[in-house]
């Protein structure tokens, strides 16, 4: 358990506690609190000491937890004494309790009264009245924006660099009169931090002399020395010691540092000296990762699915290729309707509970019945042979086994201690998933609106139905204990993957389900008359429409966005790093009417919508009927619906004056189009093209509107419509009015709203990204703003570079070696096709890709050859990038005889059609896979030269 974590600059307060398993990094509070225990007297003078070059009017102050510090409020924090060159100090007598800690940071106020907290966590220091007067705190201001800390997250200190717990060796006087403390978590488990200096007891720059730093509160390093001249100036420097051969491997890069003299004069004194930034004397640290989702992973022994104990195999082949991390896609619940549409991995029911698709079910127990163990043993083999997952054929047979296996154990799952502390742990959101999915169930349906007397959550009901008091008990355990399960099987796969040194990296979709849990339970906090999506691009022309409701911010921040921290805490449980779906999200959301089916209607939220002065101004001219309604006119009707038209005409339109046109009232939405031609089953192929044909035609003349109104506004702001250029309303305009619409347009999409997004992020990012300890990817692509980029640097979140989808306007392709190194580079995502695939898209981009990118001439090779996709490797492999993350796909793609004959089976996603079905699978079992052993070499070595 680990309380009051807090590693971001924008924390102000101690944040609410959190679970986070002791494996991850037992001491990581302490560590990056940069904590101390001192031993001080009764009557101490506690002396503040920073080095930070402010500007003109700007103020620094030290807040804390003590009431002369003004116990976290800014605006009662005691300010900070300017003395000479960026020195800043505050000295504060602390009250003689025998007992204490106390708790600090600096802050930095703008002339403007705006504040900026230094980064990292809270500084902290223990006090124990004994054997000081004096203590003098010298401290360095911590930098939000830099790349190096990323390296404090628990990717790195609780795997990657992971420590045995040691304290490792230690030679310091007591009492010192120094304390030299440095926050080092780069650094491999075999090495240590020592520190050398001009003073003897620093071993006059003698590397046989250095002295050793204790690594107890790694990645904090401190080593307590008694200075021979305290009085004179002292120069030093850190460097890296190899603990088994007992010798300095490495000195920081930079000039010496230099302790400044102080003067005793017979005082019993301390002086703490924290350095910031060890200067690393090698390059950045870079890695590889291969990403599959967990569905898609075969083994010999599966049931037609990946399964959680599936990863293990996979931990080990990543660990045989020195590959350092695995990344999986959402593995929340997402049964809602028990048809294979419960497929799609980012419409979870709740965001905490585990999808019963990746349950090893056999590792429950066996069934005693031998014919019913043989009949499940019989489709299991079946399933498995299957060259697609059949999601409802394996749910079924699960649940089946499942149910058999609760009622043949009842008596002993119900006793069972640790399953009972699992409930009481995770009651919280255990209770109401197991009443949600037990009301499903019972009313056939996920839709909590035709529940009944069971629609509105009732807290102190479910609490009662969900008892073993209870008589219909068992309904609702039988959820409780297959969470169980699943959270067994799972963690035991996240601590086999912390202990080899692999990362393992999840996935928070941007939205919620609308028939969740969550918005079962807590419907205030989600729009729940919105859905997000995603305006068009190259993949979706029509835009996204994912369905979910939007987010509440403003009564989420309420509670100091508790529902996201919760979400987070519990995902550190299994993760070191995850993946934002859509981040853009948080700065604004592409959100849709919930009358609108296409993406083509939404605007963002939030967003600053124009008004009719501003359009007039802008325009010259407001017409509503023209601007704000469907432009319907003759010339268009016969393209959109041939010989239809007149019919049409009759059926669907008003003629109110001779050429133009309005639609009819029960067709004045997608949604009431999409149900008055809702065909059933039956239908005839004849039939499904006619009605596809004027479901089109209608939805086209819906969206042929030029602004859009905006929520709540009463008619007097409105959005532009996205995509307006290539409307016939648009283009049917006059010249001049196009030209100033379309600047409008511009301005609106691309400049209006950056410093307005800017702030909008700041406001959520910080509190939702400093939850926990874990390394924070985003998924920055399509519409980015401006903003984006700044925010996520000054965050420290990484983000994401896809070759095919270049940031930079005009550009074709991006290329890996531009990218920063706080970012993952990929070839492809789980949303778009595999090199392979995409390769024989398009015979005219993979030709520019070919001669521009891959920089060879003449006529690329119609396939995309095994030499090729290795090329496409080699580049990604050398980008300077911290992360090159690969899918399991395109590694597979540098070996011809290994790789899969057809990979446009491959693919994962198609974002464009959203009833795709997600059931793609590996083509060769992870046994197999292991046994590759020229495979594996090759790509060994490859990753092995590029330095990763």
């Known amino acids: 358990m680990i309380k009051d974590w807090n590693p971001f600059f924008y924390s102000k307060i101690p944040i609410p506690s959190f679970k986070i398993s002791s494996y991850v990094f037992p001491q990581f509070f302490l560590t990056l609190g940069l904590v101390s225990t001192l031993q001080v007297a009764l009557s101490m003078l506690v002396c503040f000491r920073i080095h930070y070059h402010t500007q003109w009017g700007q103020r620094l102050k030290v807040v804390g937890n003590h009431l002369a510090l003004g116990q976290w409020n800014v605006d009662d924090a005691p300010e900070m004494h300017y003395q000479n060159d960026g020195i800043w100090e505050l000295s504060v007598d602390l009250p003689s309790e025998k007992a204490f800690s106390v708790a600090y940071k600096y802050v930095l106020v703008e002339p403007d009264g705006r504040i900026l907290w230094e980064w990292g966590a809270n500084r902290q220091f223990a006090v124990k009245a004994d054997k000081y007067e004096t203590l003098r705190l010298n401290d360095a201001w911590r930098e939000n924006a830099k790349p190096e800390n990323a390296w404090f997250s628990s990717a790195f200190t609780g795997v990657l660099m992971r420590r045995d717990g040691k304290k490792g060796p230690q030679r310091h006087p007591k009492p010192p009169h120094h304390r030299f403390q440095i926050a080092v978590p780069r650094l491999a488990p075999d090495q240590t931090v020592c520190v050398l200096g001009s003073d003897p007891a620093l071993g006059d720059w003698a590397e046989e002399k250095a002295v050793v730093m204790s690594e107890k509160d790694y990645p904090l390093f401190a080593a307590n020395v008694k200075l021979k001249d305290p009085s004179a100036p002292v120069a030093y420097k850190y460097a890296l010691y190899n603990k088994a051969e007992k010798r300095v491997i490495g000195w920081e890069a930079g000039d010496d540092r230099v302790l400044s003299p102080i003067s005793l004069n017979g005082q019993a004194l301390l002086d703490v000296h924290t ?229 393992f990296k999840g996935d928070i979709p941007i939205g919620i389900y609308r028939y969740s849990v969550d918005a079962w339970v807590a419907p205030h906090l989600y729009n729940m008359n919105a859905q997000a999506g995603a305006p068009p691009d190259a993949f979706a022309v029509a835009g996204q429409n994912w369905g979910f409701p939007t987010y509440n911010w403003h009564e989420m921040a309420k509670d100091g966005y508790s529902w996201w921290r919760a979400r987070l805490s519990q995902m550190a449980t299994y993760f070191d790093t995850y993946r934002i779906d859509h981040i853009l999200g948080f700065f604004r959301i592409w959100e849709i009417p919930y009358h609108a ?88 192929q004849e039939t499904k093209d006619i009605h596809y044909r004027l479901k089109s035609g209608l939805f086209e003349l819906i969206t042929n509107v030029l602004l859009l109104e905006a929520p709540l506004s009463n008619g007097q702001a409105f959005n532009p419509r996205i995509s307006i250029q290539q409307t016939s309303s648009f283009k049917d305009l006059d010249p001049g009015s196009r030209e100033r619409l379309n600047a409008l347009y511009l301005d609106y999409f691309y400049h209006r709203h950056e410093e307005f997004w800017r702030s909008e992020a700041m406001t959520k990012l910080p509190e939702i990204t400093t939850a926990t300890s874990m390394l924070v990817c985003g998924e920055d692509l399509g519409m980015v703003p401006d903003c984006v980029p700044g925010v996520m640097e000054e965050l420290g979140m990484l983000s994401l570079e896809i070759q095919r989808m270049p940031k930079e306007t005009g550009r074709h392709f991006g290329h890996p070696a531009d990218a920063p190194y706080l970012s993952v580079v990929s070839p492809s995502s789980h949303d778009m096709s595999t090199i392979r695939g995409w390769w024989e898209e398009d015979r005219a981009v993979t030709q520019r890709f070919y001669n521009e990118i891959l920089g060879h001439p003449g006529d690329a090779p119609f396939y995309c050859e095994p030499w090729v996709c290795q090329e496409v490797l080699e580049q990604h492999l050398a980008s300077p990038a911290m992360w090159a993350i690969f899918p399991l796909q395109d590694l597979l793609a540098i070996d011809g005889d290994l790789r899969n004959e057809n990979p446009h089976v491959e693919r994962i996603n198609v974002p464009a059609n959203p009833k795709h079905y997600w059931q793609y699978r590996m083509h060769l079992d992870l046994e197999a896979l292991a046994g590759e052993k020229g495979f594996n070499e090759t790509l060994k070595d490859l990753i092995k030269q590029s330095g990763r």
Not at 275 to 298: H, K, M
Not at 635 to 664: A, D, I, N, R, S
């Open 275 to 503: 350095d910031e930034q060890f200067r690393y004397p090698n390059e950045n640290w870079r890695g590889t990762g291969v990403a599959i989702p967990v569905f898609s992973l075969r083994s010999q022994q599966g049931m037609g699915t990946g399964e959680f104990n599936d990863l293990r195999a996979l931990i080990d082949w990543a660990v045989q290729t020195e590959l350092k991390l695995v990344q999986i896609l959402p593995i929340n619940d997402t049964t809602a309707n028990h048809t294979w549409e419960d497929c799609y991995p980012y419409a979870a029911i709740s965001v905490f509970a585990l999808n019963p698709l990746f349950l090893n079910v056999e590792q429950m127990g066996k069934l005693t019945d031998k014919s019913l163990q043989k009949e499940f043993d019989a489709e299991r083999k079946r399933l498995n042979a299957l060259a697609v997952v059949d999601h409802e054929a394996v749910m079924q047979a699960k649940w089946r086994y499942i149910r058999l296996y609760y009622a043949q154990e009842q008596k002993e799952i119900l006793a069972d201690k640790s399953f009972q502390k699992f409930i009481q742990e995770n009651r919280d959101w255990l209770l109401p998933y197991a009443a949600f999915c037990a009301f499903r169930d019972r009313y056939e349906t996920p839709d909590f609106s035709k529940w009944g007397a069971d629609s509105l959550y009732d807290e102190a009901r479910i609490s009662s139905l969900v008892s073993p008091e209870n008589d219909t008990y068992d309904e609702f355990a039988i959820h409780l204990f297959v969470q169980y399960h699943l959270h067994t099987q799972l963690l035991e796969v996240a601590e086999y993957a912390r202990s080899k040194g692999i990362v």
């Open 597 to 684: 089916i296409d993406g083509l209607l939404g605007h963002f939220n939030p967003a600053l919508p124009l008004s009719v002065e501003e359009i007039k101004q802008r325009l010259g001219w407001f017409d509503y009927d023209r601007l704000c309604r469907p432009y319907i006119r003759e010339h268009l009707l016969e393209g959109l619906f041939g010989e239809m038209t007149e019919w049409v005409k009759g059926e669907f339109l008003e003629e109110y004056q001779p050429g133009h046109f309005h639609l009819k009232s029960h067709v004045t939405t997608q949604r009431q189009v999409e149900q008055l031609l809702k065909l059933g089953e039956d239908a005839s």
